[in-house]
């Protein structure tokens, strides 16, 4: 079975420019997670998808922030523009479905290291 | 407010020693329990998880985890340390009815030769 794929791996560009990530999750998982990853925290949600549609976008900065998961399967997230506390490393993850306990494990991608200068 | 507790920045074991990483949480209602492995360089891991029944759970690469409620803790722990189990382990708590999960700030832990 093939993981969650990501890319680019590695990411850097100057404040006020934008970025792009993109995210394929493991086939027949509907739930999709955005995740920002500190040095030395733990991960932070920024959004979840479930199928299509917006589960929990709560913790996205919309002002420069955007995701998207047109067809229910692969997802990008965007920002625009980049600011200095954006470096960091950006996870996607997927699981079964997010209401059902039994088979709730995320399952993650490597991860984009986004650096901002 | 759910919360998710991992009091050790760092644990330092020896080889063939046991190891525990300790997790305590908050949370309202029945806890879900998570700990998920990081490896340099590499996204997280699954490693085990509770969700009800016996309070010792068993996962992945040997590991495994009590819960203990009245002490609302889920410690990791292993008979044995490997130098390759070094890495960076997370505790995560989802709750009874909120499926986001919240999770810790992280262990790393050291096995030394």
């Known amino acids: 079975e093939a993981g969650v794929a990501q890319s680019p791996r590695y990411k850097i560009i100057e404040k006020r420019q934008s970025v792009a990530f993109w995210c394929n999750p493991i086939?027949?998982?509907?739930?999709l997670y955005w995740y920002q990853q500190i040095l030395g925290q733990g991960p932070k949600l920024l959004i979840q998808?479930?199928?299509?549609?917006?589960?929990?976008d709560s913790q996205l900065p919309k002002d420069r922030f955007s995701a998207e998961r047109l067809k229910g399967v692969d997802s990008t997230l965007k920002i625009q523009p980049a600011k200095l506390e954006d470096s960091a490393v950006y996870l996607c993850?997927?699981?079964?479905?997010?209401?059902?306990?039994?088979?709730?494990?995320?399952?993650f991608g490597p991860g984009t290291r986004l650096t901002v200068t | 407010a759910q919360s998710v507790a991992q009091p050790e920045d760092q644990v330092n074991v020896a080889e063939g020693n046991p190891l525990t990483v300790k997790c305590t949480y908050s949370?309202?209602?029945?806890?879900?329990l998570f700990w998920y492995v990081q490896y340099p360089n590499r996204g997280l891991q699954f490693l085990l998880k509770?969700?009800?029944?016996d309070n010792l759970v068993k996962g992945s690469y040997g590991f495994e985890a009590e819960f203990n409620k009245s002490q609302t803790s889920f410690h990791l722990k292993k008979p044995s340390a490997l130098v390759s189990d070094s890495a960076l382990y997370f505790c995560?708590?989802?709750?009874?009815?909120?499926?986001?999960?919240?999770w810790g700030a992280g262990t790393k832990l050291i096995i030394k030769p």
């Open positions: 086939s027949g998982h509907a739930t």
């Open positions: 998808f479930q199928n299509n549609g917006v589960v929990d």
């Open positions: 995560a708590v989802r709750g009874y009815s909120n499926y986001q999960l919240i």
């Open positions: 509770y969700i009800t029944g």
């Open positions: 993850a997927s699981s079964l479905v997010h209401n059902d306990i039994s088979s709730y494990e995320q399952y």
């Open positions: 949370v309202s209602g029945n806890p879900y």
